[in-house]
């Protein structure tokens, strides 16, 4: 079965065709980072208005890089919820507008849902339960999974997402937007215990975040100047202690609920430290590990296209009226 995967939530336009959940035949991304740099964060208006000028070529280049034609597709799945509400309407416009002309079936898609789905494409086997911890912009959650389409959140951040406290960091130490990327390039040659920085641990059972004091800390260090310590010190002490709590926390949620597998998802587990951290830590444990390759952490829709897969079989196909939600949690 080939899932057509249309994504538009945010910053990025994204269509995918993956063939029976796992098997990528394309993977196409028009990203509008460049544009959103210039303001140092996305404008939503900005955002809709981009998307409607992609939209259609994003479509046909998948295809063309699948080598499929329209009347290959067997559904179409599309990211209805949360995001830009301008945004996310371009993407299932055009979702209802093909599965309408082709008679095939429109799934409406959980963003959330999708990055966690990002683990499932390839080969792998991944065994339930498990936990997995969602880290992007706007989100900073984990999840506990009994099955597929069963959630339960375990913790999430009591204020900032830990993108959020990438890419501010990353601000204040004129690193552009966002920074996220660039912290993690420049933390590779850096001393992580070289700039004293806070840890939220909100107590020894907690599985929540909150990273508000992280940022109020690289704010008060920088506004006295940052020439005490290389760029590359900072960075690599602000992406420790972003890095370290989040592991803590997701290796405590796995070892509370006894889970099989560890994974991890969203835009900032692209992040390298991040990936290193948990995989020691799992192996230390037995516990099977999975994070999808940095291109799938970050915004696509082949992680749409692999959660429609799922979804169809097991709740079936959304009308043509599906609305599109700005703000949904997946559990
Ligand atoms: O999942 P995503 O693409 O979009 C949202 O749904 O939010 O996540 C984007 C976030 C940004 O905050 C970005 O700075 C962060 O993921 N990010 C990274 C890395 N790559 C992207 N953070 C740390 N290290 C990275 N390598
Ligand atoms: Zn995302």
Redesign the pocket.
């Known amino acids: 079965m080939i899932v057509l995967g249309l994504e538009t939530s ?1 910053d990025e336009t994204s269509a995918a065709l993956v063939e029976d959940g796992r098997l990528i035949l394309s993977n196409v991304i028009a990203s509008q980072v460049d544009l959103h740099s210039k303001t140092g964060g996305v404008v939503p208006e900005v955002a809709s208005r981009e998307h409607v000028e992609q939209v259609n070529a994003v479509i046909q280049e998948a295809l063309d890089q699948a080598r499929c034609e329209f009347s290959d597709i067997d559904g179409i799945a599309v990211a209805n919820r949360p995001g830009l509400m301008g945004a996310l309407m371009v993407g299932v416009s055009a979702a209802k507008a093909l599965a309408y002309s082709l008679s095939k079936p429109l799934i409406g898609i959980h ?1 959330i849902e999708a ?1 966690i789905y990002a683990n499932f494409l390839g080969e792998q086997k991944i065994e339930f339960p498990l936990v997995c911890l969602v880290a ?3 989100h900073t959650q984990i999840f506990l999974m009994k099955d597929h389409g069963s959630y339960s959140l375990l913790g999430r951040t009591l204020d900032d997402a830990a ?2 406290a ?2 501010k960091s990353a601000r204040l130490l004129n690193l552009g937007y ?4 660039v ?2 390039r420049l933390a590779k040659s850096g001393n992580p215990s070289a700039v004293k920085l806070p840890r939220a641990r909100l107590g020894s059972e907690s599985l929540d975040f909150s990273f508000s004091g992280l940022k109020t800390a690289v704010l008060n260090a920088t506004a006295k100047g940052t020439t005490d310590h290389p760029i590359e010190d900072w960075c690599a002490s602000v992406q420790e202690a972003i890095v370290e709590v989040l592991v803590e926390k997701t290796i405590r949620a796995a070892t509370t609920h006894n889970v099989k597998s560890v994974l991890a998802a ?3 587990a ?2 390298s430290r991040l990936k290193s951290e948990l995989a020691a830590a799992c192996k230390r444990l037995g516990l099977n590990f999975s994070i999808p390759s940095p291109i799938l952490c ?2 696509n829709a082949a992680m749409i296209a692999c959660a429609g897969f799922y979804q169809l079989q097991r709740r079936g196909q959304d009308g043509l009226d599906l609305d599109v939600i700005a703000t949904e949690s997946l559990a």
Do not use: K, L, M, Q
Not at 178 to 181: A, L, V, Y
């Open positions: 945010c963003h990055h992007s912009g706007g993108g959020e990438f890419d966002p920074g996220g990327i912290i993690d969203g835009g900032v692209a992040n970050t915004d």
